[in-house]
């Protein structure tokens, strides 16, 4: 595995792939791995004959009061861990060589970025788009891996991909939890013993309501108050949505199609989301 830091080096590596025909597969990641990270890059693997993994937490998407200083680091250890999966190229940018100097061009994410958590993080859509545009334009993949956890980010980014026509196939992989259902995150790793228990209320919830949606329910309002009954334990419910699956406007009632069930979620001073997809039968 080659670790790059430089765009110049990557692009210098990456032509040699793109000589020999090799399709290349990104997974774009803040670090701190987790196997939700590793499926992402498994699924890559599967698909693509080169794996390339970026490790860059991104100043851009977090608010002034966000957790970016704090956020976990842990590099040697992602290192090993990407070697131990057989990535080829493990791209761990500087914040200059992402951010030059005078840096003022962003990408602008429209609609889909406005609810959801979008409504409690301004500007952390914009952030995103924006990395993961230039992170694009850097690694050129063919096909880029997100994990379904962060539905609303899956949204965004692949209308950013139609909308700017970047010629790549964004894969969404299904969230990878822990054995007692909470989704994996690296933000896990602030919970207390007590309060990874209590976070557990958010994946119960969703299950719920989607154990509800398999056996016929369809009414929106129902669906939410059987996931909200097990949310009450948490502290602060920021929001619980059924939405559409494409537009992310709220879902009418009953569900005539693909929806999402969408929570955020404070448990101590830790912010988590996580979410459902509920797709009807096909007849
Ligand atoms: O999902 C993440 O880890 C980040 O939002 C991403 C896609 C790497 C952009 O910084």
């Known amino acids: 595995m080659q670790t790059i830091t430089t765009v110049a080096e990557l692009r210098h590596t990456l ?26 890059i498994a699924a890559s693997q599967a698909k693509c004959d080169v794996t390339v993994v970026s490790i860059f937490v991104n ?13 976990p680091r842990d590099f040697l250890r992602d290192q090993e861990l990407c070697r131990g999966q057989g990535v080829a190229i493990l791209f761990a940018p500087g914040a200059h060589e992402v951010y030059p100097s005078y840096f003022e061009t962003f990408v602008e994410p429209g609609d889909l970025a406005k609810p959801l958590c979008g409504a409690f993080r ?25 994990g379904q956890k962060d539905f609303q980010q899956c949204a965004v980014v ?21 054995q007692d259902g909470l989704a ?16 557990l209320a958010i994946s119960r919830g969703l299950a719920a309501a989607l154990n509800e949606f398999c056996s016929g329910e ?17 502290d602060t419910l920021q929001y619980l949505e059924l939405v559409d699956g494409d537009t992310l406007k709220t879902a009418d009632s009953p569900l005539r199609r693909p929806a999402a069930l969408c929570a955020a979620a404070y448990v101590g001073s830790t912010r988590l989301i996580d979410n459902v997809i509920l797709t009807l039968p096909t007849r």
Do not use: W
């Not at 995150?185 to 976070?199: I, P």
């Not at 369809?218 to 948490?234: G, Q």
């Open 218 to 234: 369809r009414r929106v309002e129902k669906l939410i108050a059987v996931a909200k009954k097990h949310l009450e334990t948490v």
């Open 184 to 199: 994996m995150s690296s933000r896990n790793r602030y919970l207390s013993e007590e309060e990874r228990h209590q976070a």
């Open 15 to 40: 032509e040699k792939c793109r000589r020999a025909d090799q399709l290349v597969g990104f997974v774009p990641t803040m670090g701190y791995l987790h196997d939700g990270h590793l499926a992402l």
């Open 59 to 71: 100043p851009t998407q977090f608010g002034r009061n966000e957790d970016l200083s704090s956020y």
């Open 122 to 146: 301004p500007g952390h859509f914009r952030g995103v788009a924006t990395v993961v545009c230039k992170l694009f334009n850097m690694v050129q993949p063919d096909v880029a891996f997100f």
């Open 158 to 178: 692949r209308r950013m991909a139609i909308d700017l026509n970047l010629p790549i196939e964004i894969v969404t992989v299904p969230t990878v939890r822990e």
